[in-house]
């Protein structure tokens, strides 16, 4: 079974507007929490990272959410754009495995005109 | 851009064959991990290397091999290759074993 699990599998949206992706986590001893963003075809790029103490980190119009005692995060963007489409896929570290990387399956972002 | 290289961007091959993979790391990175991201998937761990010597291993068959080399530039091998192994592969480089990883754009095997 994964250890990271996300939702929505997939999401359209108009352009402007705002949505929320949701990662569900087992990974234990949790380190920390990355969610990236993967174009199609391409490496996945670093969006935010969060640390058990962190609860909340911004980069531009994303927001990152962590409820380290429910295993819940969330990303948050706002005033969505085109460019915006992609997979985005939440990356949880565990504590006693340096190297080893748990990935979620990702959620697909279309926006839309 | 992360400054992590890979070549070639696509490559197709047919079942049996052999293939090699490359991965340039970015600068001042020792440690390479490799991955594989099957269509509409999570990128699964191969292994990784750390100074030239491999330092951990995913769930993969021997058949996946790897060699980091002193500048830490990295190899990925696969032989007799099968259908499945149709995917992209993707590499990451980090400061070291644990620390963040920053991934290259990948190369698509394609498995006729």
């Known amino acids: 079974k994964n250890q990271v699990e996300q939702s929505p599998q997939s999401l359209i949206i108009l352009e402007g507007k705002n949505c929320t992706l949701q990662?569900?986590?087992?990974?234990?001893?949790?380190?920390?929490l990355r969610w990236y963003k993967q174009d199609t075809g391409r490496g996945p790029v670093s969006l935010t990272i969060?640390?058990?103490?962190?609860n909340t980190k911004s980069n531009g119009r994303y927001t990152a959410t962590l409820d380290a005692d429910t295993k819940q995060s969330s990303l948050h963007i706002t005033a969505s754009q085109l460019s915006d489409s992609a997979s985005y896929i939440c990356v949880v570290s565990a504590a006693n495995s340096g190297y080893a990387l748990n990935f979620g399956k990702g959620t697909s972002l279309l926006v839309t005109p | 851009e992360t400054g992590v290289t890979q070549s070639p961007t696509h490559l197709i091959k047919t079942r049996g064959q052999q293939v090699t993979l490359r991965c340039s790391s970015q600068s001042g990175h020792n440690t390479v991990s490799w991955y594989q991201q099957a269509l509409g998937q999570g990128p699964q761990f191969i292994f990784q290397?750390?100074?030239?010597?491999?330092?951990g291993r995913g769930n993969f068959p021997p058949r996946f091999s790897g060699l980091q080399f002193p500048n830490y530039s990295s190899e990925l091998n696969v032989n007799a290759l099968e259908l499945d192994d149709s995917a992209l592969y993707l590499c990451?480089?980090?400061?070291?074993?644990?620390?963040?990883?920053?991934f290259g754009p990948g190369t698509r095997l394609t498995v006729l």
């Open positions: 969060m640390t058990f103490s962190e």
């Open positions: 290397y750390y100074r030239e010597e491999e330092n």
């Open positions: 990662c569900n986590y087992t990974v234990s001893p949790f380190s920390n």
């Open positions: 990451a480089s980090s400061l070291d074993s644990g620390s963040e990883q920053f």
